[in-house]
């Protein structure tokens, strides 16, 4: 389990759930889940990225929740999910596995939600495209700051040129077995360095860094190396929901050409919004526009009894909100 080290005051502090639930996966992983918000809303379900929590999605659910039914858990292994036995329990499978899990445990029967994940989160929502309960639940996505394929190759965390030896390079930094220790100064920059913009305010570095130095060094380890071999673009050309892809310019993590080719791959793409100077974090970088990205796709895409806007009426929906 992690230590759930974050801020716990201001805008980025993590608010009470209205409600908890332990959901097992397939494999027997429990999964925690929190909802937020009124009930009878129309739903979203967040997914966050590697080495992160639900804190993650902070800024988010105080905004949503406010007229949104709002799911939020952990990966298993983070946050307050429990971490799985051993190397089996780590894959894009078992991701797709568990947000499915999630769907059943928290949505009513044909009941449609808005999914958005964030960089390891998105990957599993490419990962579940083909499942039937993906298929049952998911109204449209969005993916924020993630990748399909080639993930450490094209990384650019290591200042080198790309090859074989900045490859080499960033997985072993990216795979590293040694703890990060406490968050020092030297932490908060090392961080900044490589998964935000160099704009970001500290008080969201800060953010960034207690979270994702709560991430156990295990589950940290074993999913450094799951996703140094994701290779996701059949998913990627079945995710056959309205989908929007948002990405930083200055992401060093998966860099822009990764969202400007999910972009162009995706069945039913509705485009890339690239942030200049943003890093790797956009839902604390960006809040806004992740949380406006989101509640736009509820708006044209989530009726308010639960059900999925269709053909004319979404393209109705879409021309309305863009004039």
Known sequence: MSRLTHVTSGPFAP???AREMTVESADGATLHVELHGPEGAPAVVLAHGWTCSTAFWAAQIRDLSLDHRVIVYDQRGHGRSAAPAGVEGYSTTALADDLEAVLAATLAPGER??????????????AASTRPGFREHAAAALLCSTGSDRLVAESTVVPMRAGRLRTRITRSVLGAKAPLGPVTPMARRVLKYAT????APPERVEVCARIVH????????????VLDEVALDAGVLELNVPTAV???????????????????????SLGLTELPGVGHMTPVEAPE???EGIRNLVKKYVRADGQQVQGLEASEGLEGSSA
């Not at 939600?113 to 990957?123: I, K, P, Y």
């Not at 935000?196 to 704009?199: E, F, L, R, S």
């Not at 709560?214 to 190396?225: D, E, L, M, N």
């Not at 948002?246 to 039913?268: E, F, K, N, Q």
Request: hydrophobic content about 45%; some cysteine.
């Open 15 to 17: 608010p009470l759930a």
């Open 113 to 126: 939600a808005v999914l958005a994940g964030h960089s390891m989160g998105g990957m599993t929502i490419m």
């Open 196 to 199: 935000m913009g160099a704009g």
């Open 214 to 225: 709560g991430c156990p060094r295990v589950v940290r380890y074993r999913w450094s190396h």
């Open 246 to 268: 948002v990405a930083g310019t200055s992401d060093r993590m998966t860099p822009i050409a990764h969202a400007r080719r999910l972009a162009g791959m995706l069945p039913d």
């Open 289 to 291: 526009t992740v949380t």
